[in-house]
């Protein structure tokens, strides 16, 4: 079972896991979680494979389908019957991955900054190399220089907007990351190995919220195809957020999540966002 940080559990009450993205962890959530709960909702985040607190064996291949079946383990073990799952970023490649492999355990799926992978085997090849040289740099020049270098990628342009503590935070929580972790990560699930889910899209009938920031276009364009492809699907563009909604707007976030799990509306922001 993978490591994983319950805020709140009543079995008879819904439940809501977050998974964080690459070069992160749980406490990524650390500013959404308060509300959700006050709302008697249950929260379980996950460390997944090579990040946070991990324990997952060095000996295994950490692919899609171990990652879910490790998820699945934990809805078993808690015995939760009204479970959505939410995945940002690499995360959300993870959440698709289970939403494929165990729609019946699903009440609805939230997909924050997400892909559902490469379509082409050119594409895949090449991100694939990507992936190895990224593994093999972290190795060779440390996490001090990795995450100087992470930071200022154009991705993460918003985040200089956040307060200089969450700034300093999740400079903190990249740092506590590890080099061996993040390289078996990068050659294990990352996004050049993974399975392509964009024809598995059109089958899913999970209740699907795409939720994406408006200065983030390139995962705007992905969105909108996941949208046309997942029937049962809305998608919302948050404004003044960049790639970490949960991070940069964390009340829009939170409205979101609360009114899809509790009212059934599907990234249903109602003039609020």
Not at 33 to 50: A, H, S, Y
Not at 77 to 103: D, E, I, W
Not at 155 to 180: A, C, G
Not at 240 to 246: C, D, F, N, V, Y
Request: glycine share 6%.
């Amino acid at each position: 079972m993978l490591t994983h940080h319950v805020k709140q559990l009543d079995a008879d009450k819904p439940t809501i896991i977050l998974l964080h993205g690459f070069i992160s962890d749980h406490t990524t959530f650390h500013l959404v979680e308060d509300d959700i709960t006050n709302q008697g909702i249950n929260v379980i985040t996950v460390d997944l494979p090579g990040h946070g607190s991990d324990q997952s064996s060095y000996d295994e291949k950490w692919s899609m389908e171990f990652i879910a079946n490790h998820i699945k383990k934990i809805v078993d073990y808690y015995q939760l019957k009204n479970v959505y799952l939410h995945g940002y970023s690499m995360g959300g490649r993870v959440a698709l991955s289970f939403a494929t492999q165990f729609p019946e355990l699903l009440n609805g799926l939230i997909l924050e900054s997400a892909s559902p992978g490469l379509a082409n085997d050119e594409d895949k090849l090449s991100r694939i190399e990507v992936d190895h040289n990224r593994a093999r740099y972290i190795q060779h020049v440390g996490m001090k220089q990795f995450v100087e270098e992470w930071s200022q990628l154009p991705l993460f342009k918003s985040q200089s907007m956040l307060s200089s503590e969450e700034r300093e935070r999740i400079k903190q929580m990249r740092l506590s990351q590890t080099p061996d972790g993040l390289s078996k990560a990068l050659i294990d699930y990352g996004t050049g190995v993974q399975p392509s889910y964009w024809k598995a899209l059109h089958a899913l009938e999970v209740p699907t919220c795409i939720i994406v920031g408006s200065e983030d276009k390139k995962f705007i364009e992905i969105g909108k195809q996941m949208h046309e492809s997942i029937k049962n699907s809305k998608f919302h563009i948050v404004n003044e957020a960049g790639h970490t909604i949960h991070v940069e707007q964390p009340t829009k976030f939170d409205t979101m999540i609360i009114d899809f799990i509790l009212g059934g509306k599907l990234c249903q922001d109602n003039g609020k966002l």
